[in-house]
């Protein structure tokens, strides 16, 4: 275990961009080599010295006992039968099971414990409408990188295997009566450079057939295009929504037999248009001339007849309203309205364009995995809070039915007593932004409590309530933990995720930093108390955190962050990203880049104690950008907080861990905030024993 870091190698790449000279001294970083691979070994050793304390070993065992619990999943709703996904306690990842009713015993259909590949799991799963078929995405190591596998619900045996599929998802899945459509991807290694995932391609696929004799429909999609389909499934009529990032949609009927199988429905809008199909209409979750989204409707056959549709001449099924229509479900003849009223989730059911029931959640919840079933009488969904776990209920729609049950809830407990309120802070233009905060019931501010900010800001994301349950220790110990709901979400329909992209996305940073200097100016904490926490796009924005602000935090957690802003688009899905960012390729861009890009703005200083999180095998944001950052901020760092990486293997950008790595995971993060931070969780523990 080494107490410094290493030394690192300065070797400059000088490029002229726009006319400004650009130094990087460690582009060397960006690579795989023997001579990277030791440097990260060097680096996690130094991380271990200072994750290494008394904390960590008063957190495993708590941390094990939340993680180590009974988890259910949403329900899918098919052919009468019910589909789950339920982890039991001493399982590393979650079963899939069906069952024909929730009085009988659940069957299992997929169970990842028992895949043989290397750190393997199933990261997605759909079922056929009659519910006799379901797809799922086996992947290895994390890396999104999927084989499809086709599985009998009765019998359990496999129909298919599309191996190599690439970054497949539901989204881009649509049955067939014999097969399927899907979107599949290349892979980040293929062919010269790391660009091919954004190679995207339409195939139909014929169960029983060699998917060597798929057919390809179409290629046509850009590197920024990410195509959902959604099919209906009376007249076999297949759409394809082409989603340019996150602010545009070319809506086309797909037509197999055409030589140019896309046909233009809604193609000349400046708007999102994302489908929904069933009982004989399309229905289009839209912001054409919302700012809050609402729903547009037309009659399947002048969808599948017609061509360059006018949305004007659709019918208004959901009209927009004072909250933000984040998602539909269609229930039979009705439509489940799923809308964020200050980054709130609240349910309700329309029917010709009205809305005739209200569905009741709690004050604070994000509410997801709205699922109905073939009849339209039952309703689905999840309910999330940061006072109680996870619960999945089911609503009667039907008038002669129970209204609602819990058929299953997380069982996990927290020790303390959670208090929640929502408050407001002013950033730097004026603009209000809420971010809720979350502490012991009965805390009192007293000017200096642990303090943990989280953000996101950006991609049209909200941050709603969940359940934290790793974050129980910090709170029962006087902890205050806050979610800031920052401009580049949507809690405020599109123009608030206008206001945090691109030339805008500067007022994501003033907005972070406006509620951590709100929280110590309500007298929760003082900076040195006060801990900056985010990943991935949130990992950019602790980055900037840590590089404009770095006298207002006492720690930064920063994961699998982008930092290196003038270079994310070479890597990776870093190309698609720049409809939210922009491309330094482009000079307006380059320069309002440039102003915030953390990798370029780091100068001699102090800098506050911080943890750069990345994993080898992400192939989203390339693990270099926290390479290079922890390097050149060890340069320049002239106070005695450390400055550490942690690298992760057999992982990637965070999803298919099993309980054990998850495990692992918040110990480091929980381990770093509550000794940087001076939240002494041992204490709390041993009080909280002596009390009973």
């Known amino acids: 275990m080494r107490e410094t870091p290493p030394d690192t190698a300065r070797r400059p790449v000088t490029e002229e961009r726009h006319g400004e000279e650009i130094v990087d001294p460690y582009r060397w970083l960006e690579e795989d080599t023997e001579a990277v691979r030791e440097w990260i070994e060097a680096q996690n050793e130094y991380a271990d010295y200072v994750l290494d304390s008394d904390t960590r070993d008063a957190l495993r065992p708590e941390f094990e006992s939340v993680a180590r619990v009974t988890e259910y999943g949403a329900v899918t709703a098919a052919g009468g039968r019910y589909f789950q996904t339920i982890e039991a306690p001493d399982e590393d990842h979650a079963v899939l099971y069906v069952r024909d009713s929730f009085e009988e ?29 379901l797809a799922y995405g086996y992947d290895e190591g994390g890396q999104e990188q999927y084989d499809v596998r086709v599985v009998d619900t009765t019998t359990g045996r496999w129909l298919d295997v599309v191996p190599d599929a690439g970054r497949v998802d539901p989204g881009g899945f649509a049955w067939t009566d014999d097969g399927f459509y899907s979107v599949r991807t290349g892979g980040p290694d293929d062919g010269e450079g790391d660009g091919n995932q954004l190679d995207k391609a339409l195939y139909a696929h014929t ?34 929504a082409v989603h340019e990032g996150t ?7 797909v037509d197999a037999d055409a030589e140019e199988p896309l046909v233009p429905l809604l193609t000349e809008y400046d708007a999102t248009f994302g489908p929904h199909v069933g009982d004989g209409e399309g229905h289009f979750l839209t912001n054409y001339e919302a700012d809050y989204s609402r729903v547009l409707t037309a009659d399947i056959e002048s969808l599948a007849e017609g061509e360059n549709l006018d949305p004007e001449e659709f019918t208004e099924t959901i009209p927009e309203t004072d909250a933000v229509l984040q998602d539909i479900t269609v229930a039979g003849d009705a439509l489940i309205a799923n809308h964020l009223r200050d980054a709130s989730s609240a349910l309700s059911v329309w029917e010709d364009g009205e809305n005739v029931e209200e569905l009741p959640s709690p004050e604070f919840c994000t509410i997801d995995g709205v699922e109905a079933d073939d009849e339209g009488e039952e309703l689905f969904y999840v309910v999330h809070g940061f006072e109680e776990p996870d619960r999945v209920t089911r609503y009667w729609l039907a008038e002669d039915g129970p209204e609602t049950e819990v058929i299953g809830q997380d069982e996990v407990s927290l020790d303390v007593d959670i208090a929640v309120s929502q408050e407001f802070f002013e950033s730097a233009d004026g603009t209000e932004v809420p971010a809720f905060v979350v502490h012991r019931e009965g805390l009192e501010p007293n000017d200096e409590a642990p303090t943990v900010l989280y953000g996101y800001g950006g991609f049209r994301i909200p941050q709603t309530p969940s359940f934290w349950r790793f974050a129980g220790p910090f709170l029962e110990a006087g902890g205050v933990f806050a979610v800031a709901n920052l401009r580049g979400g949507t809690e405020y329909g599109e123009p608030w995720h206008e206001a945090g992209m691109r030339e805008n ?27 900056a926490y985010g990943g991935s796009n949130g990992g950019l924005l602790t980055g900037a955190a840590l590089t404009q ?22 890597f990776l899905l870093g190309e698609s990203w720049t409809v939210e960012y922009g491309s330094p390729d482009e000079e307006n861009a380059f320069e309002y880049i440039r102003e915030y890009s953390p990798y370029h703005n ?6 506050p104690p911080t ?30 907080d450390p400055i550490a990486l942690r690298t992760e293997t057999d992982t990637g950008h965070g999803i298919g861990k099993s309980t054990e790595m998850i495990v692992e995971e918040q110990v480091d993060q929980w381990t770093w905030l509550c000794d940087q931070l001076g939240a002494d969780v041992d204490a709390a523990r041993g009080a909280g024993e002596s009390e009973e």
């Open 602 to 607: 780091v100068e001699d200083g102090e800098y």
């Open 549 to 570: 602000r770095p006298d207002l935090w006492g720690a930064v957690l920063c994961t699998v962050p982008l930092l290196d802003m003038l270079r994310f688009h070479r």
């Open 505 to 531: 996305k500067q007022n994501v940073f003033d907005d972070f930093h406006a509620v951590g200097e709100g929280l110590i100016d309500a007298g929760y904490t003082d900076s040195e108390h006060l801990g």
């Open 105 to 133: 015993e659940a069957i299992a259909l997929v169970d990842p414990n028992t895949f043989e590949g290397e750190a393997a799991s199933m990261n997605w799963f759909t079922v056929g409408p009659d519910g006799d078929r």
């Open 247 to 253: 602010t545009h949609t070319d809506l086309y009927r």
């Open 207 to 240: 169960h029983g057939d060699s998917p060597e004799d798929d057919e390809l429909l179409t290629d046509e999609f850009s590197e920024h295009a990410w195509p959902e389909l959604e099919i209906d499934e009376e007249t076999g009529t297949l759409f394809a």
């Open 611 to 640: 943890l750069f999180k990345t994993a080898a095998g992400d192939t989203r944001v390339h693990p270099s950008h926290a390479r290079k950052m922890t390097a050149l901020i060890q340069h320049h760092q002239t106070g005695d």
